[in-house]
């Protein structure tokens, strides 16, 4: 036992002990510690924290500790798992804990405290998703006791204030919290006699009871009992209580028993990118006033839950290749793309008014015209600004808004002048404006320069954005509807976040993802890296202000490629491919380790390795014009390229000027692929920061340069390839991720969601498990090894499912576009050898929809066009036009508008019924609405109303009549 004069110097005069009590299994090696705000518990310095020690209760592990406090202790606290000395090996999550001791525990008494570890996964339901949308009603309970009071008394020497504490955020109205149990204090079972909780706030029910030494061990269970009269006991087994009294006689044993054991809350959700809504007000493109529309659409077909994609401003290039919504020109500021106009001011006069109706009808076409839209709305705004922008700054609601937002607003308006002034948004062709400082930046904005009437439109811009995307947010949240957005992994290398904080990015880099399943050469987004030291130095702070600006809209989001914050896949900045790259941060293969295993030829493997036989099996009769326009004979037969085309982008142009001059025949894009695969002719990358440092090229073995070696060096090269992306790195990277990831997770009370796509490392899984981090299912991208198709009804419940997201192509477009897939798929699901369907009919559509809905998963969330092929009128459009990105094409024109209005979609009580039914029949929560009885839906044909064991017979009738054959 500790006592408390170790560390103050002097005997207390009245002191209380306090002993912790933990169940959890750790490994070798591995301690709990209990860490606090004051100093007898380390001051929140772990090496200083209390150590505990483990004994075995049954079949749990228990680790206990003591210490000696005055009599009135209050403090915060935690539990740790240590190594033996004593460095963090893992955390709690969740908020701190706090110790209050009863005021009634007097002079040597004993006060233990039975906790149970907070995972991630347990904080979830306190995030603003749920505590204030889904389970709001809860949000309203008034506080009937403080937490931290212990209101029982002793009785006698042989009796104890138990303190049953328990978490419940989901509860309806008049309902009450109760503990029952074996004892009598607990009704001995029986409803009558059960303890009855009072609520003490963050969703935590406290009660006390005193009992007796005779009366332990105790078993009980929490319930809830309601208006209906009606007592809902928690799942699982009971759960016990048992006291040794032979070694101590604790007098108050505070039990913090986590959260009730209910069936796990489940939901479906719709994801639409903003500016593929379309409605009869718009203007071109999705506007944040109609998400009002799509959240009503939502409560109707029972989704709690609408899902965006970025809605940052990209207008970097003033072209339509800022509809790429991942490129952000401010990481604060919203769009202006999704600004309605007519919102503007009450006061339009009749002939801007005419010209919005007339820009509508000219706008309303098949697929959103960005250039045209952005013009427009902005032509459109600057005469509305010029009319009434002296009340709107002057206002008291702007300048409130503005003293909240000028941290970044001033910058973001500065960049929009200096971009327009100059025509470019590369500041570094900004002359003495190139490298930002505070006091150039307030001359900028100053209300006396004459530029002025142009800054403030952008403030102006900003201000009505927010205002129309908060009144859409409020009102999401008043139905229940949780808003999802998405945080982009970069910034464009031309934006305000770069030029207001270079010293955060690697200016000279590059960020993708190495070949996956989108692309067997790789991703090359164009953003820069991140300087994650440099970051760390104010504790994430750029980070942290930009989840707390999406906190004031959205109640959860997506984490864009979390697997960035693990590693991120660099590349030169001179790349135009995603092939080249290396892993950042990652332990690279030194020349020293590379010589001990007999590798030296360190130029012929790190240099493109060119010879004439390559050159005339790739070119064929033109391989000595590509050779003397890019190439130097550097030995016999032996080649490199040119200084003026040694770089994928060198290449690249040069290969352009070339084809103007009409030196070449064959097309631009076959001889632009053949170049390229001879500069990726390496084995090794060598590091330009340490030249005595490698990296091996992703699928090496696919290199000539590789197959040329001797055997003895490809064994060792492959050994060390799979070593470097699948060993050597995986505690560097899990380190990594949980420096960054809780600086995010921490800067608001959002729900978040990693995308976890791709190339998995093994640490990946495991720290967004342990951080309570939902992880993303794709049905046709399985995460698991050796899987065609991902099993719906075997995915953990800490996901989210769908069919298809922005990525891939829709449901409908891949049934239809890929043969053997489908059948592959049809085999699979539905253990049929027939031929599958040509087309995705309602019914294949309903089939896929409902293993996702009937899936364990959190969250089954629907692109909005998976969930139009459920009835045959909405596919009519040939699928293909429904893909809203290729993530093969790094200029793909981001334009997919929905061919009917929101407005229409509210009128089809048809489908609307027909996905509420889905979504109830699967046990999934649907926020209340207006007619909410479910009604039997027909969309056509025969609806599938459950999945039978054999699907394919449900299926067969007229949907699979085209099937030519059936295997035998």
């Known amino acids: 036992m500790s006592n408390l004069s170790l560390f103050l110097g002097s005997k207390p005069s009245n002191s209380v002990i306090v002993s912790f009590r933990i169940p959890y299994f750790t490994h070798w090696g591995q301690q709990i510690l209990v860490c606090g705000s004051e100093r007898v518990l380390g001051s929140w310095d772990v090496k200083k924290g209390l150590l505990l020690r483990p004994s075995h209760h049954g079949d749990e592990l228990i680790w206990c500790g003591s210490l000696s406090v005055p009599a009135g202790f209050t403090c915060e606290y935690s539990y740790y798992v240590v190594d033996d000395n004593k460095n963090v090996i893992r955390w ?40 204030n949308v889904i389970f709001r009603t809860s949000a309203s309970l008034k506080i009937e006791r403080p937490l931290e009071s212990v209101q029982n008394v002793l009785d006698n020497e042989d009796s104890v204030v138990v303190q049953f504490r328990i978490c419940c955020p989901n509860i309806e109205d008049d309902t009450s919290v109760y503990v029952i149990g074996s004892t009598l ?84 959700g719709v994801a639409i990118p903003m500016f593929s809504l379309r409605s009869e007000a718009d203007l071109g493109v999705g506007e944040f006033l109609d998400l009002k529309l799509l959240v009503d659409w939502s409560v109707d077909s029972g989704f709690h839950l609408v899902q965006l994609l970025p809605i940052n401003d990209t207008s970097v290039h003033g072209m339509w290749w800022d509809s790429y919504p991942y490129s ?63 009340t709107v700054l002057g206002s008291a609601e702007f300048q409130n808004y503005f003293s909240e937002n000028q941290e970044w607003l001033k910058p973001y308006a500065a960049f929009c ?70 945080l982009p992994i970069g910034v464009d290398r031309n934006s305000v976040d770069t030029w207001v904080y270079p010293t955060l990015f690697r200016m000279n880099t590059s960020t993708g993802a190495p070949p996956d399943y989108f692309d067997k050469n790789g991703q090359n987004w164009g953003f820069p890296t991140y300087n994650w030291e440099e970051m760390s130095k104010d504790n994430y702070g750029w980070w942290r202000g930009r989840l707390s600006q999406m906190a004031k809209y959205f109640t959860a989001y997506r984490i864009d490629h979390i697997l960035g914050f693990f590693r991120i896949w660099e590349l030169p900045d001179h790349s135009v491919t995603g092939l080249c790259g290396k892993f950042r941060p990652s332990i690279p293969l030194s020349q020293e380790e590379l010589e001990k295993e007999g590798i030296w030829d360190f130029n012929r493997l790190s240099r493109p390795y060119i010879t004439q036989p390559m050159l005339r099996e790739k070119f064929g009769a033109s391989w000595t014009v590509i050779a003397s326009n890019f190439l130097n004979e550097y030995q016999k037969d032996h080649y490199e390229f040119k200084e003026d085309c040694n770089t994928e982008k ?11 001059r009409s030196i070449f025949l064959e097309s631009e894009d076959k001889l632009r692929r053949s170049l390229f695969d001879l500069i990726q002719n390496v084995v090794l990358i060598r590091d330009p920061e340490d030249p005595k440092m490698f990296y091996p090229r992703f699928n090496l073995e696919d290199t000539l340069n590789f197959t040329g070696l001797d055997q003895h060096s490809q064994n060792v090269l492959k050994r060390l390839y799979h070593d470097y992306y699948f060993q050597r790195q995986e ?62 009804s075997q995915y953990s419940y800490m996901t989210v499912c769908a069919p298809s997201c922005h990525d891939c192509s829709t449901l409908r477009a891949w049934w239809e576009e890929d043969e053997e897939r489908r059948r592959k798929f049809f085999k699979a699901m539905l253990g049929s050898d027939m031929l599958p369907p040509d087309r995705c009919t309602p019914e294949i559509a309903q089939f896929v929809l409902r293993q996702h809905v009937e899936a364990p998963s959190m969250w089954a969330i629907f692109p909005l066009q998976d969930l139009l092929a459920l009835k045959e009128e909405y596919t009519t459009r040939p699928a293909v036009e429904e893909t809203i990105n290729d993530p093969t094409n790094p200029k793909h024109y981001w334009r997919f508008r929905v061919h009917v209005t929101v407005e229409s979609l509210q009128k ?39 999945q039978p064991a054999n699907a394919a017979a449900q299926l067969k009738g007229s949907t699979l009549k085209e099937a030519a054959a059936v295997k035998a």
């Open 328 to 390: 952000s020109l401010s990481v604060f500021a919203l769009h202006p793309l999704y600004l309605r106009v007519q919102a503007l001011s009450e006061n339009i006069s009749e002939d801007i008014k005419q010209e919005i109706e007339r820009t509508r009808k000219d706008l309303d076409k098949k697929d959103v015209d960005y250039d045209a839209t952005m013009a427009a709305k902005l032509s459109i705004a600057k005469k509305i600004y010029s009319k009434e922008k002296g």
């Open 650 to 660: 060198k290449i690249a142009a040069k290969l352009k000027s070339c084809l103007e």
């Open 908 to 946: 089809d009580k048809e489908l609307v019924s027909a996905i509420k039914d889905l979504i109830r029949s699967s046990g999934r929560s649907c926020p209340p609405s207006q007619g909410d009885e479910p009604q039997a839906a027909k969309l056509g044909k025969e609806t599938v109303k459950q």
């Open 92 to 131: 709690e999550a969740g908020k701190k804990r706090k110790m209050s001791l009863p005021d009634s525990a007097q002079h040597g008494q004993l006060v233990e405290l039975h906790d149970l570890w907070q995972t991630g996964s347990d904080d979830l339901v306190l995030r603003s998703a749920f505590k």
């Open 185 to 268: 204090k607990l009704g001995q079972w029986k409803t009558e006699g059960a303890l009855k909780l009072s609520y003490a706030g963050e969703s935590v029910w406290v009660a006390e009871s005193v009992m007796k030494k005779d009366e332990f061990p105790v078993k009980y269970r929490y319930c809830k009992y309601g208006k209906a009269k009606k007592l809902a006991l928690e799942i699982g087994a009971n759960r016990e209580l048992s006291v040794d009294f032979s070694a101590s006689q604790p007098k108050y044993i505070i039990l913090s028993d986590g959260q009730i054991r209910e069936m796990p809350w489940r939901g479906a």
């Open 417 to 486: 002048f200096l971009r327009d002034f100059f025509e470019t948004s590369d500041h570094t062709q900004w002359g003495r404006f190139s490298n930002f400082s505070k006091d150039k930046l307030e001359k900028l904005v100053s209300k006396e320069s004459l530029h002025y009437d142009v800054i403030g439109f952008h403030y102006y811009i900003q201000f009505h954005l927010h205002k129309q995307l908060s009144e859409a947010a409020e009102y999401a949240r008043k139905k229940g509807v949780v808003l999802k957005g998405d």
């Open 731 to 792: 505690n560097l990277w899990r380190q990594n991720a949980l420096k960054t990831l809780p600086a995010l997770l921490n800067s608001s009370d959002m729900l978040a969601c990693g995308e976890d796509l791709g190339l998995i490392p093994s640490c990946v899984h495991p720290v967004m498990q342990e951080l309570g981090l939902i992880g993303l299912r794709i049905q046709r991208m399985p995460n698991e090894p050796g899987l065609e198709f991902g099993v719906p």
